[in-house]
């Protein structure tokens, strides 16, 4: 997993506060780039983990 700032900038209008699935469905909705979606997928989350 990698972060850039171009990648993190597809995120910046999701709807914060979001989970995962949240930003992962919001990455797909929007059209950003494979990388995006495959960031998120590897994130280990704990039930409940909001992200601002």
Do not use: C, H
């Not at 993190?8 to 919001?26: G, Q």
């Amino acid at each position: 997993m990698y972060w850039t700032l171009e990648l993190a900038s597809y995120l910046s209008d999701a709807p914060w506060p979001a989970n995962k699935d949240e930003l992962i469905d919001f990455s797909i909705r929007t059209g950003a780039p494979l990388e995006v979606v495959e960031n998120l997928q590897e994130i280990e989350e704990e039930e409940g983990d909001v992200y601002e």
